[in-house]
């Protein structure tokens, strides 16, 4: 039998865990505890994050989500318990160790804050405390957003919450976060988790996962780690995202929240209604077990619009003969720029149902499930300026000013519908077995993506006079009469197409931990190992008809003139007119079949991936230190199949034929990653870390997908044949990305609601993944032009992170962040500069918000060998809360105040690339809870 080295590495790490669980599981120990909850007077809130210590055996730990916390193996004695949590005094009670009996009581912390007490429980300074308290005490690097302050901000989902946190940044998607960015990292080398459970991505081709799908009000908190710990996935060089879901065990007893509310878009004019609500309960059952139960569901529908003018291709240089001298004369031009409307209405439906079992102090069961739906409803209208460089009119032609006699213009149409859905279900638990603590948890998840029935619908106009002023961020299209009549534009093409991505994955992990102590000082030993099998698909299936239309034009479909505020749009298409005469007639079109089977068979492919991760670390804290060091193996087997689509069109021969044949790859790869999170307390508001880490990121499914698309055409040319050939093509012998990072850091909490933070990160990146021409390989000799991703080489940067939060007695809420970096090469989506501004005040009655985002601009790729960047960015939002009562609040909250675009240049700021505007967004309703 042969052992491959893969194999042979997972065996010997294997057996070495087995042998130290082996090695620790025949020890004796004594099993004494101590067990309680952090929690307010009223025994109402539970506090994660709070820091417990017991002073004279120094030991200590951290508080759970539920407020609870235990001590195993404790000598008895009579001891001092100390608990702290940013915001609250300290506290400071004696307790007493009894042997072989355990301890179970609640802790009260605010107790003696008295009418402010709300200050650490309820509002804006109560979720700043919480999410402080688990950043300080936490083991790694980390931000925490948590329920209570996303609903103190204008953030509909969890992508707009986390841009709040320092390092962390987002690409919108009309006007509307989707994807996060740590770091200024490409989101495709995160890793995103539902309750500890994979998120894979419903979008076909990519990793990332838009987090705009999970509505805020099924969130418990979000958790961005910078730096990754042994016992954690090592697909994470810009970091890791956790979304926890509500337990019912966040809160003591019954709990409910009800939220209704509705939007404006001054660009659509139009209402958007959205209607939230939670409910949470504790059960003790006839056995004494606890049952908690936890829901909550949300649903969204947004109408909304955006107006969009864009350089499809850039510009470049374009060689044309002047008309009067007969001189060859060189501009700088653009070829096609297009005008676009976009109507769209979104909806977004959230739910989760959560089950939690403690069936006594030490063993815990539970069954999580999230559910989310989004649906994308999206009517596009587009005017295509088609320039021949041939045919421009010197005689208006100044500089940038262009006039073309006979250029051409399509007007089009895309009509689809996306749905995109997320399923997430998690079972797990954790049982003490004597001095041993094991967690365990099975998972499956699946995303899917589908179009429907998408309709792109294009009309041809020809011998217009158009021309074009650029001068800034949106060129000025200069047109005749007869580029607005609308019979002058004939029926072209209609491509139908129904799509579907589906990504799926089951994961089973287990830890296994045990505090013991080493030379009087307290450790913990932990290892563990995950299996994921995951499978990606990409089913395009395109239908693209070419003739047969009689004598449609745009005519037939024409609406009156689009109100469009970036120039002279014309009239509209209309949605039902097209989608009927389609209907009626598709039995007629001219099916071109081999174009037909080119898009459809070039663009789909399935891929899988199993992944084996074994992991051993080890916790020391000696003294104001705390390290956190050990090794993470990950072995990964990918397979892709896919075809090889080759069009040959052979003029000598007058034929034209479609190749299709299957190709298929397998590969596989290992890792051995070590880590060091160092942290040290000066005191109890200092504390410094440090974290060597090494992580990875698998390449894209699109980039490493078995795919070939090539086109091979044969010509004759004074009796001498020729055969040119081009071709795109997928890699999946893509090495993935490898990362070496250092983060130093400095954090100083002040004794109210606050944190002083400075943070030095440097990340070195190994097999860098960039699209290149690739034809001077010698497995493409004789290609004039091949485009393939591959390993592109190394890339570094180095980063400085700032933050600065404090809540005042007065009321007053001031945040400041920054971070800048300094990177070697052009990463995409990498920005020197991001911020946050937030100005704030709070008391009983009011809370009131101004906010603002910025980021600077940030390079995106390469266009005719010239970059494209997106401008700098700054967004201003403003939230509001009346608190009627202690149950009933008003809202009322303006997105996007300075009505920001987005806007992407070619090279330099006055060629326009993409000037996109969305309008001001108003939002007001009113929220109900039971505390």
């Given at each position: 039998?042969?052992?491959?080295?893969?194999?042979?590495?997972?065996?010997?790490?294997?057996?070495?865990?087995?042998?130290?669980?082996?090695?620790?599981?025949?020890?004796?120990?004594?099993?004494?505890?101590?067990?309680?909850?952090?929690?307010?007077?009223?025994?109402?809130?539970?506090?994660?994050?709070?820091?417990?210590?017991?002073?004279?055996?120094?030991?200590?730990?951290?508080?759970?989500?539920?407020?609870?916390?235990?001590?195993?193996?404790?000598?008895?004695?009579?001891?001092?318990?100390?608990?702290?949590?940013?915001?609250?005094?300290?506290?400071?009670?004696?307790?007493?160790?009894?042997?072989?009996?355990?301890?179970?009581?609640?802790?009260?912390?605010?107790?003696?804050?008295?009418?402010?007490?709300?200050?650490?429980?309820?509002?804006?300074?109560?979720?700043?405390?919480?999410?402080?308290?688990?950043?300080?005490?936490?083991?790694?690097?980390?931000?925490?957003?948590?329920?209570?302050?996303?609903?103190?901000?204008?953030?509909?989902?969890?992508?707009?919450?986390?841009?709040?946190?320092?390092?962390?940044?987002?690409?919108?998607?009309?006007?509307?976060?989707?994807?996060?960015?740590?770091?200024?990292?490409?989101?495709?080398?995160?890793?995103?988790?539902?309750?500890?459970?994979?998120?894979?991505?419903?979008?076909?081709?990519?990793?990332?996962?838009?987090?705009?799908?999970?509505?805020?009000?099924?969130?418990?908190?979000?958790?961005?780690?910078?730096?990754?710990?042994?016992?954690?996935?090592?697909?994470?060089?810009?970091?890791?995202?956790?979304?926890?879901?509500?337990?019912?065990?966040d809160r003591e007893g019954q709990y409910y929240s009800v939220n209704v509310q509705n939007s404006y878009n001054e660009l659509v004019g139009q209402n958007s209604p959205k209607v939230s609500g939670s409910y949470s309960q504790v059960f003790t059952l006839d056995n004494g077990y606890e049952l908690g139960v936890a829901g909550a569901l949300s649903w969204f529908s947004r109408k909304f619009a955006s107006e969009n003018v864009e350089t499809d291709g850039g510009w470049s240089t374009i060689e044309v003969e002047d008309e009067l001298t007969g001189d060859d004369v060189e501009i700088f031009g653009a070829e096609e720029i297009e005008q676009r409307q976009y109507r769209i209405e979104r909806e977004r439906i959230g739910a989760a149902i959560n089950l939690d079992l403690h069936t006594s102090n030490t063993d815990k069961y539970y069954l999580r499930s999230f559910y989310s739906e989004f649906s994308d409803d999206e009517y596009r209208?587009?005017?295509?300026?088609?320039?021949?460089?041939?045919?421009?009119?010197?005689?208006?032609?100044?500089?940038?000013?262009?006039?073309?006699?006979?250029?051409?213009?399509?007007?089009?149409?895309?009509?689809?519908?996306?749905?995109?859905?997320?399923?997430?279900?998690?079972?797990?638990?954790?049982?003490?077995?004597?001095?041993?603590?094991?967690?365990?948890?099975?998972?499956?998840?699946?995303?899917?993506?589908?179009?429907?029935?998408?309709?792109?619908?294009?009309?041809?106009?020809?011998?217009?006079?158009?021309?074009?002023?650029?001068?800034?961020?949106?060129?000025?299209?200069?047109?005749?009469?007869?580029?607005?009549?609308?019979?002058?534009?004939?029926?072209?093409?209609?491509?139908?197409?129904?799509?579907?991505?589906?990504?799926?994955?089951?994961?089973?992990?287990?830890?296994?931990?045990?505090?013991?102590?080493?030379?009087?000082?307290?450790?913990?030993?932990?290892?563990?190992?995950?299996?994921?099998?995951?499978?990606?698909?990409?089913?395009?299936?395109?239908?693209?008809?070419?003739?047969?239309?009689?004598?449609?034009?745009?005519q037939n479909f024409a609406t009156p003139p689009i109100e469009f505020s970036l120039g002279d749009f014309g009239p509209g298409l209309s949605r039902s007119g097209i989608q009927q005469f389609v209907l009626n007639n598709r039995n007629n079109f001219d099916l071109n079949t081999q174009e037909s089977a080119i898009e459809s068979q070039a663009n789909s492919y399935t891929s899988s991936e199993d992944v084996l991760a074994l992991y051993a670390m080890l916790t020391l804290d000696i003294d104001q230190w705390q390290i956190v060091t050990g090794l993470r193996y990950e072995d990964t087997d990918f397979s892709t199949q896919g075809n090889r689509v080759e069009l040959v069109v052979d003029e000598v021969a007058d034929s034209e034929n479609v190749l299709i044949n299957p190709w298929a790859v397998d590969k596989s790869d290992d890792h051995l990653l070590p880590s060091l999170n160092i942290k040290y307390s000066a005191s109890d508001k200092?504390?410094?870390?440090?974290?060597?880490?090494?992580?990875?990121?698998?390449?894209?499914?699109?980039?490493?997908?078995?795919?070939?698309?090539?086109?091979?055409?044969?010509?004759?040319?004074?009796?001498?044949?020729?055969?040119?050939?081009?071709?795109?093509?997928?890699?999946?012998?893509?090495?993935?990305?490898?990362?070496?990072?250092?983060?130093?850091?400095?954090?100083?909490?002040?004794?109210?609601?606050?944190?002083?933070?400075?943070?030095?990160?440097?990340?070195?990146?190994?097999?860098?993944?960039?699209?290149?021409?690739?034809?001077?390989?010698?497995?493409?000799?004789?290609?004039?032009?091949?485009?393939?991703?591959?390993?592109?080489?190394?890339?570094?940067?180095?980063?400085?992170?700032?933050?600065?939060?404090?809540?005042?007695?007065?009321?007053?809420?001031?945040?400041?962040?920054?971070?800048?970096?300094?990177?070697?090469?052009?990463?995409?989506?990498?920005?020197?500069?991001?911020?946050?501004?937030?100005?704030?005040?709070?008391?009983?009655?009011?809370?009131?918000?101004?906010?603002?985002?910025?980021?600077?601009?940030?390079?995106?790729?390469?266009?005719?060998?010239?970059?494209?960047?997106?401008?700098?960015?700054?967004?201003?939002?403003?939230?509001?809360?009346?608190?009627?009562?202690?149950?009933?609040?008003?809202?009322?909250?303006?997105?996007?105040?300075?009505?920001?675009?987005?806007?992407?240049?070619?090279?330099?700021?006055?060629?326009?690339?993409?000037?996109?505007?969305?309008?001001?967004?108003?939002?007001?309703?009113?929220?109900?809870?039971?505390?």
């Open positions: 039998m042969k052992i491959t080295k893969s194999k042979f590495k997972r065996s010997a790490l294997s057996r070495a865990l087995i042998g130290t669980l082996a090695l620790y599981a025949g020890q004796a120990a004594a099993n004494t505890e101590l067990e309680g909850r952090i929690t307010d007077q009223q025994n109402k809130v539970y506090f994660q994050g709070a820091h417990i210590k017991i002073a004279e055996l120094n030991v200590s730990t951290v508080s759970q989500r539920n407020g609870s916390f235990r001590f195993n193996n404790l000598p008895a004695g009579e001891y001092t318990l100390v608990i702290n949590y940013v915001g609250a005094p300290e506290v400071r009670k004696t307790i007493t160790i009894n042997a072989d009996k355990n301890s179970s009581q609640n802790y009260v912390i605010g107790e003696n804050l008295n009418s402010i007490e709300n200050v650490i429980v309820f509002g804006q300074r109560a979720g700043q405390a919480g999410a402080l308290s688990r950043q300080k005490n936490a083991n790694r690097v980390i931000s925490v957003v948590s329920a209570d302050a996303i609903g103190q901000l204008p953030d509909q989902n969890a992508t707009e919450a986390l841009q709040r946190l320092p390092g962390l940044s987002i690409q919108r998607d009309q006007g509307e976060g989707r994807f996060v960015a740590i770091r200024g990292i490409d989101p495709n080398l995160n890793n995103v988790t539902i309750n500890g459970l994979n998120v894979p991505s419903p979008e076909a081709g990519v990793r990332s996962v838009a987090l705009d799908v999970i509505p805020s009000e099924v969130v418990s908190s979000l958790e961005v780690s910078k730096t990754v710990t042994p016992d954690m996935d090592a697909n994470a060089i810009g970091g890791s995202i956790e979304v926890k879901s509500l337990s019912a065990f209208q587009r005017k295509q300026f088609k320039f021949d460089a041939g045919a421009i009119d010197f005689a208006t032609y100044r500089n940038t000013n262009a006039q073309y006699s006979n250029a051409e213009m399509e007007r089009d149409t895309k009509d689809r519908f996306e749905q995109q859905q997320i399923l997430s279900m998690v079972a797990g638990g954790e049982n003490q077995i004597d001095t041993w603590l094991m967690e365990y948890q099975l998972g499956y998840s699946k995303s899917n993506e589908s179009e429907p029935d998408r309709l792109d619908v294009v009309f041809a106009g020809e011998d217009l006079a158009l021309g074009y002023t650029s001068s800034g961020e949106v060129p000025q299209l200069t047109q005749t009469a007869a580029a607005h009549d609308m019979s002058q534009f004939e029926l072209d093409e209609i491509v139908a197409e129904k799509n579907l991505s589906e990504d799926k994955e089951t994961s089973l992990r287990i830890d296994i931990s045990k505090d013991f102590v080493w030379h009087n000082y307290n450790s913990v030993v932990k290892f563990g190992g995950k299996y994921r099998s995951r499978e990606k698909f990409n089913q395009v299936n395109a239908s693209i008809y070419d003739g047969g239309f009689g004598e449609a034009t745009a200092l504390i410094s870390r440090f974290a060597y880490t090494q992580t990875i990121a698998r390449p894209t499914f699109s980039d490493s997908a078995a795919f070939q698309l090539i086109e091979t055409e044969v010509t004759e040319d004074d009796g001498i044949t020729e055969t040119e050939r081009k071709a795109e093509v997928g890699n999946p012998d893509l090495k993935p990305y490898e990362s070496q990072n250092i983060d130093l850091s400095v954090e100083y909490y002040p004794n109210h609601i606050g944190i002083i933070s400075a943070g030095l990160f440097y990340k070195d990146i190994k097999n860098y993944i960039v699209q290149q021409e690739v034809q001077a390989q010698n497995q493409w000799a004789g290609y004039e032009e091949v485009i393939q991703a591959v390993n592109g080489g190394n890339a570094s940067l180095t980063g400085v992170e700032l933050a600065w939060n404090k809540s005042f007695d007065s009321g007053l809420l001031l945040g400041a962040n920054g971070t800048f970096v300094d990177a070697d090469s052009q990463l995409p989506n990498q920005s020197d500069m991001i911020g946050n501004l937030m100005f704030g005040f709070e008391n009983n009655d009011f809370s009131l918000r101004l906010s603002a985002s910025h980021k600077s601009k940030t390079y995106q790729f390469d266009d005719n060998d010239t970059g494209v960047y997106q401008a700098a960015h700054t967004q201003f939002d403003f939230s509001s809360k009346y608190h009627y009562s202690d149950t009933i609040q008003f809202f009322f909250s303006a997105v996007n105040l300075s009505d920001e675009p987005l806007y992407l240049y070619h090279g330099e700021n006055q060629y326009n690339y993409q000037y996109e505007q969305y309008g001001r967004t108003f939002e007001f309703g009113i929220s109900i809870s039971s505390m």
